[in-house]
């Protein structure tokens, strides 16, 4: 039987590690089911130059097609059926948007759609098989960590970069890393006040007092700063930071979006090198680390803990 095909649109609108998350999770549902796997990153909203060599090592064949920028979506936009049934057994309201864009996505799906796929030899857009994808990712974790090591990798450019910023900032050899997520995560997840993570981290620990911090907002390093006296504390975030959002990011200079994203990809790799990580799941640089097994990690349930009222 021909093996089938999925080409993965990576890149469609959401953060860096969402994104490539959701790649890993895809490949590796993929070849756990026998299927071929190839990437589309042309458009990617991280992209410079290419997409994803831009600042990775290839690790699959690419497509550079056009027509996956509007027919290969990430999420499988929502049956007629399912939208009905919310209104009717649970009273939810169907948006003006479903609406809106009803009659074109389906004109698209069952009519332009798979003559692309006849035409150019593949089985699957990336929101045909998102649902079973992210299914399979909650219970294959050891598969996951496979597939993360393997695409993980820099270019020499950006590994160049890295090494760069990392030694320009001077660390100890021994420090505790942490991640503390503010800005536009309010809208999918609680945020945690920063206090719970120096508490742990104080539980957890009697003799490290450097601390690494990754977060989107410097008003939370000050206030660690105030707080938190007894710790010398490192970060690569502006002092101008308060608070990521995604919408925001992508509307930035090429140039611009590349210099955060080096940096993004500079903070985790040293909360990588920490001695200690403690740090939450509600925030997916953390669960990237948390599937690349980072050795001595402490994670913080959102949803038993002290939440902040930050906006």
Same mark, same amino acid.
């Given at each position: 039987?021909?093996?089938?095909?999925?080409?993965?649109?990576?890149?469609?609108?959401?953060?860096?590690? #969402? !994104?490539?998350?959701?790649? @890993? &999770?895809?490949?590796?549902?993929?070849?756990?089911?026998? $299927?071929?796997?190839?990437?589309?990153?042309?458009?990617?909203? %991280?992209?410079?130059?290419?997409?994803?060599?831009? &600042? /990775?090592?290839? &690790?699959?064949? =690419?497509?550079?097609?056009?027509?996956?920028?509007?027919?290969?979506?990430?999420?499988? /936009?929502?049956?007629?059926?399912?939208?009905?049934?919310?209104?009717?057994?649970?009273?939810? #309201?169907?948006?003006?948007?479903?609406?809106? +864009?009803?009659?074109?996505?389906?004109? +698209?799906? /069952?009519?332009?759609?798979?003559?692309?796929?006849?035409?150019?030899? &593949?089985?699957?857009?990336?929101?045909?098989?998102?649902? +079973?994808?992210?299914?399979?990712?909650?219970?294959?974790?050891?598969?996951?960590?496979? /597939?993360?090591?393997?695409?993980?990798? %820099?270019?020499?450019?950006?590994?160049?970069?890295?090494?760069? *910023?990392? =030694?320009?900032?001077?660390?100890?050899? @021994?420090?505790?890393?942490?991640?503390?997520?503010?800005?536009?995560?309010?809208?999918?997840?609680?945020?945690? =006040? %920063?206090?719970?993570?120096?508490?742990?981290?104080?539980?957890?620990?009697?003799?490290?007092?450097?601390?690494? *911090?990754?977060?989107?907002?410097?008003?939370?390093?000050?206030?660690?700063?105030? #707080?938190?006296? =007894?710790?010398?504390?490192?970060?690569?975030?502006?002092?101008?930071?308060?608070?990521?959002?995604?919408?925001?990011?992508?509307?930035?200079? +090429? !140039?611009?979006?590349?210099?955060?994203?080096?940096?993004?990809?500079?903070? $985790?790799? $040293?909360?990588?090198?920490?001695?200690?990580?403690?740090?939450?799941?509600?925030?997916?640089?953390?669960?990237?680390?948390?599937?690349?097994?980072?050795?001595?990690?402490?994670?913080?349930?959102?949803? #038993? !803990?002290? *939440?902040?009222?930050?906006?």
């Amino acid at each position: 039987m021909k093996q089938k095909t999925l080409i993965f649109h990576i890149g469609c609108g959401s953060g860096f590690f #969402s !994104e490539y998350l959701g790649m @890993v &999770f895809a490949l590796a549902y993929c070849k756990i089911h026998n $299927i071929e796997f190839k990437l589309y990153s042309k458009d990617a909203n %991280f992209a410079y130059r290419k997409g994803w060599t831009d &600042f /990775f090592e290839p &690790f699959c064949e =690419e497509v550079d097609e056009n027509f996956h920028s509007v027919y290969n979506m990430r999420i499988p /936009f929502p049956s007629l059926a399912k939208m009905m049934y919310k209104k009717i057994v649970r009273k939810i #309201s169907i948006p003006s948007w479903f609406w809106k +864009k009803y009659s074109w996505w389906y004109a +698209k799906v /069952f009519l332009t759609a798979p003559f692309y796929k006849r035409k150019y030899h &593949f089985d699957y857009y990336t929101h045909d098989l998102w649902n +079973k994808i992210q299914k399979f990712s909650k219970h294959n974790t050891i598969t996951i960590h496979k /597939f993360l090591t393997a695409t993980w990798k %820099f270019n020499a450019e950006t590994l160049k970069e890295i090494t760069y *910023i990392t =030694e320009k900032l001077n660390l100890p050899d @021994v420090f505790i890393g942490t991640q503390i997520r503010a800005g536009d995560k309010a809208t999918e997840a609680q945020l945690i =006040e %920063f206090s719970v993570y120096m508490e742990k981290i104080k539980s957890l620990n009697t003799y490290i007092f450097d601390l690494f *911090i990754l977060t989107d907002d410097y008003r939370i390093i000050a206030e660690i700063r105030d #707080s938190y006296p =007894e710790y010398r504390i490192f970060t690569l975030c502006n002092e101008e930071a308060n608070g990521y959002e995604n919408s925001k990011f992508q509307r930035m200079d +090429k !140039e611009t979006k590349r210099r955060e994203l080096i940096k993004l990809f500079a903070s $985790i790799e $040293i909360l990588w090198k920490s001695e200690l990580l403690v740090a939450s799941l509600n925030a997916n640089p953390s669960l990237f680390l948390y599937h690349r097994q980072h050795p001595n990690a402490h994670w913080i349930d959102y949803k #038993s !803990e002290s *939440i902040s009222k930050r906006i």
